[in-house]
């Protein structure tokens, strides 16, 4: 049998208050798609990949696993808003801070080589954004690595 070709599609996250999760990721300036979903599911084009928002205890349920206890602590994943300069780290971080995130961490230079910073969504859920050597971001916002 021959292997299915390996994609990362759509990043769900669990969210305990749709409206407002919706409303967060709509100013964070990404675009909603499919809508006529309602507040059931939202999805939002990220540039390649999809984020879905659902809510919280019906996500735990399909994936069947227990909605409780919620994780209080690191999660063991972030998710990436690569950018193309220290500057665009820092207005990111900023605008998220905004738009009702949280910062978890203020900017700065990697060991790497880098620059990064973190906020948390609404949910907890944690975002990182950052400049990383070698990651080209074209103008279609997908980023691009060396082979």
């Known amino acids: ?24 990721y709509e100013a964070l300036g990404f675009v909603r798609k499919c809508r006529g979903t309602g507040e059931e599911v939202a999805f939002f084009d990220t540039g390649g990949t999809m984020v879905g928002l659902y809510p919280w205890h019906l996500l735990a ?14 999660r063991g994943m972030t998710l990436a ?27 700065q230079a990697t060991h790497y080589g880098g620059y990064c910073g973190y906020f948390t969504d609404p949910d907890g859920h944690a975002w990182e954004a950052v400049v990383a050597p070698g990651f080209v971001i074209g103008r279609d916002r997908r980023v691009s690595l060396p082979d």
Do not use: H, Y
Not at 61 to 74: G, N, S, V
Not at 81 to 107: H, I, M, Y
């Open 61 to 74: 349920a399909d994936a069947t696993l227990p909605e409780q206890p919620r994780p209080t602590a690191f």
């Open 1 to 24: 049998m021959k292997a299915p070709t390996p994609r990362l599609t759509v990043i769900s996250l669990g969210v305990s208050d749709m409206k407002a999760s919706i409303a967060f």
């Open 81 to 107: 808003w690569n950018c193309r300069s220290n500057e665009e780290v820092d207005a990111v971080l900023a605008f998220a801070v905004s738009k009702g995130a949280s910062l978890l961490k203020p900017a």
